[in-house]
């Protein structure tokens, strides 16, 4: 079974610039969550997708948004980009809607913003 | 803001031994689980601990889990230069799939 794939890999984008960052989950899997990992704020829930609905949102601004398609896939745009927002971003996915079952991690998009 | 508080922070040893680190975290949970990482990659999931579990077990891992105390532990045994790694906790406590994680322990195994 493919994991989960996230697309690009690296990115290299301009201050005020948007990006849109995608996350293919497992197979099956419906759930979909995204994640970003800074050295100076470590590993900070974004948001959740559920079934092409968000479920849970993290305390992000709402220059991050998202969005999942009806075969699970996710998107997770930021607008307006920030030097701060240079991150690893990482998606999950996750058959169960409830966190008793385990996520399976992306290999992450590395957002570098000059 | 982050749930769990990871102790220590680094932690250096030879292979063969063992490797122990701590994470403590503030509100009640469902389920706590481990995970591991290497050089700035994804995370792979190691163990999942319910909340009315004690301890469990997976090939070299062993967590513990005091919900009284708020804490839980996980031990590597005979560790090898493979498990060079950061390892974190993360913990559920809302509805859906959010996870909380803590700050990493940054292991480092020598050969």
């Known amino acids: 079974k493919a994991g989960v794939t996230q697309t690009p890999r690296y990115l290299i984008k301009t201050r005020g610039q948007q990006v849109t960052l995608s996350c293919s989950p497992i197979?099956?899997?419906?759930?979909v969550s995204w994640y970003q990992q800074t050295p100076g704020q470590g590993l900070q829930f974004l948001f959740e997708?559920?079934?092409?609905?968000?479920?849970n949102k993290g305390n992000f601004p709402g220059r991050f948004s998202g969005r999942q398609f009806s075969n699970s896939r996710s998107e997770m745009n930021v607008s307006t980009l920030e030097l701060g927002d240079s991150a690893l971003y990482l998606c999950?996915?996750?058959?169960?809607?409830?966190?008793?079952?385990?996520?399976?991690f992306g290999p992450g998009t590395r957002l570098t913003v000059t | 803001s982050q749930q769990g508080e990871e102790d220590p922070q680094a932690l250096s040893i030879q292979e063969g031994e063992n490797a122990t680190m701590n994470c403590s975290y503030k509100?009640?949970?469902?389920?706590l689980q481990w995970y591991r990482q290497n050089s700035g990659r994804g995370l792979v999931h190691l163990i999942l601990?319910?909340?009315?579990?004690r301890e469990k077990h997976s090939g070299r891992l062993r967590v513990t889990l005091d919900t009284s105390k708020k804490s839980s532990s996980l031990l590597i045994t005979a560790s090898r230069a493979a498990d060079t790694a950061s390892y974190f906790c993360?913990?559920?406590?809302?509805?859906?799939?959010?996870?909380?994680f803590g700050g990493g322990t940054r292991v480092l195994v020598k050969p």
């Open positions: 999950a996915s996750s058959w169960g809607t409830s966190g008793s079952s385990e996520q399976y």
């Open positions: 197979s099956g899997h419906r759930s």
């Open positions: 509100t009640s949970i469902n389920n």
């Open positions: 601990i319910r909340s009315n579990e």
């Open positions: 997708y559920f079934s092409e609905t968000q479920r």
């Open positions: 993360a913990t559920d406590g809302a509805a859906g799939n959010k996870l909380t």
